[in-house]
């Protein structure tokens, strides 16, 4: 987290609807993981103090990789590790940088309209909550 963003960190809190997408995709057996531009300190002080960890069977960070997002290679990293193929998996960003990724990875990419400020990317699916996003992968 930049300097900045530091100053505001303890009004960041989990989007509405996180914890019970995340408590879904898990009894639904769905392997979840992450890839961020955040090296893995970033990370750790992100995200650690939410206590959704447990969640992600993997996560890749920016210092995984030489090359970051829009290149495939943090995905093409993820789906090496965990063996998954391409087809089967659905990358959730809201970014152009994860549009971009996704689709160089050829991968099938959800936009997370809570986070993207915009609708012109590229995407196969626009998920405005993260309840719709059950309603996508089944």
């Given at each position: 987290m930049g300097r900045k963003h530091k100053k505001y960190s303890n009004t960041i809190t989990i989007y509405d609807g996180i914890q019970g997408l995340l408590n879904s995709l898990s009894e639904c057996?769905?392997?979840i993981g992450i890839?961020?531009?955040k090296t893995k300190a970033e990370f750790k002080d992100d995200f650690d103090r939410f206590g959704l960890n447990h969640y992600f069977k993997m996560i890749i960070c920016a210092d995984d990789t030489t090359e970051h997002k829009p290149s495939p290679e943090?995905?093409?990293?993820?789906?090496e590790i965990s063996g998954a193929y391409n087809e089967q998996i659905?990358?959730?960003g809201d970014s152009k940088y994860d549009s971009l990724c996704a689709k160089n990875a050829e991968v099938d990419?959800?936009?997370a309209m809570w986070g993207s400020h915009t609708r012109e990317?590229?995407?196969d699916y626009f998920i405005e909550t993260p309840n719709d996003l059950?309603?996508?992968?089944?």
């Amino acid at each position: 987290m930049g300097r900045k963003h530091k100053k505001y960190s303890n009004t960041i809190t989990i989007y509405d609807g996180i914890q019970g997408l995340l408590n879904s995709l898990s009894e639904c057996d769905c392997k979840i993981g992450i890839v961020t531009s955040k090296t893995k300190a970033e990370f750790k002080d992100d995200f650690d103090r939410f206590g959704l960890n447990h969640y992600f069977k993997m996560i890749i960070c920016a210092d995984d990789t030489t090359e970051h997002k829009p290149s495939p290679e943090p995905l093409l990293k993820y789906i090496e590790i965990s063996g998954a193929y391409n087809e089967q998996i659905l990358y959730i960003g809201d970014s152009k940088y994860d549009s971009l990724c996704a689709k160089n990875a050829e991968v099938d990419f959800a936009l997370a309209m809570w986070g993207s400020h915009t609708r012109e990317l590229e995407a196969d699916y626009f998920i405005e909550t993260p309840n719709d996003l059950l309603g996508a992968i089944k």
